[in-house]
């Protein structure tokens, strides 16, 4: 295929367009700037502060880099764990280029990342790598469905790493997994906000929002 003849990109995935970037920025802005102001978020403030009185600018806290994509195969230019046989993979060759929808139905927020879950579509899904979940390094997400690490990074707090998004999205989605419904905050416009301890929030959308997002790569 045409990606035989090219070294490894840093990472495969779906790279938003640019039209729908902006109004997912927008989105999780207003989130976030909602979210600060709730009482239910004040009181666990400790969480992202270390200290109870002190306050936080949610905007701030976050710094946002980069093109808004939702990884598939982190390759880190042939250095990572099966990054040659994902290239080298029928249907990654087969749809590289390609547009589809992506669709996001949670934002969530934890002292580290703040990101959005995508809900990959059974087509979207061959294109997941088998290890994806296993890989992340949280024990109890080993037996999640295929996918569900999938996410898009909006942004990170000062001096954590991208990576760290599609952990904690695994964390929350365990922890629901193991039955711990967490605790409904609030219906807010966007959907149902629900607290799930140590400083993790996730906001259900109501109606999930829509991403034409390119497949392809990013050699950085
Ligand atoms: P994510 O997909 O959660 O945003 P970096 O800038 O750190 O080199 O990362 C480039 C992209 O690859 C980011 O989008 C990042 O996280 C993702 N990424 C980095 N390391 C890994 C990893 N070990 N496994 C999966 N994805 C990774």
């Not at 039955?179 to 301890?197: A, F, N, R």
Request: glycine share 8%; net charge negative; with cysteine.
């Amino acid at each position: 295929g045409p990606l035989a003849e090219m070294s490894l990109p840093l990472f495969f995935g779906w790279f938003l367009l640019s039209s729908v970037q902006d109004k997912i920025r927008c989105t999780s802005m207003d989130f976030l700037k909602t979210l600060d102001t709730l009482d239910a978020f004040k009181k666990h403030l400790i969480d992202f502060t270390g200290k109870a009185e002190k306050e936080v600018d949610l905007e701030q806290y976050f710094q946002a880099k980069g093109t808004l994509h939702c990884t598939t195969k982190f390759c880190d230019y042939g250095k990572a764990e099966g990054a040659k046989d994902y290239a080298e993979n029928q249907a990654v060759n087969d749809l590289y280029g390609s547009v589809s929808e992506l669709s996001l139905s949670a934002l969530f927020v934890t002292p580290r990342t703040v990101g959005a879950r995508v809900s990959l579509t059974e087509e979207q899904l061959v294109l997941w790598p088998a290890d994806a979940e296993k890989e992340a390094d949280v024990p109890a997400a080993a037996s999640l469905p295929r996918g569900s690490r999938a996410h898009i990074t909006l942004g990170c707090s000062e001096g954590v790493e991208p990576v760290q998004t599609g952990v904690d999205l695994l964390e929350i989605l365990a922890l629901q997994q193991e039955g711990q419904q967490g605790e409904l905050v609030e219906e807010m416009e966007l959907g149902s906000l629900t607290y799930y301890g140590s400083g993790r929030w996730l906001l259900s959308l109501r109606e999930p929002i829509c991403a034409p997002a390119c497949f392809s790569s990013y050699y950085g």
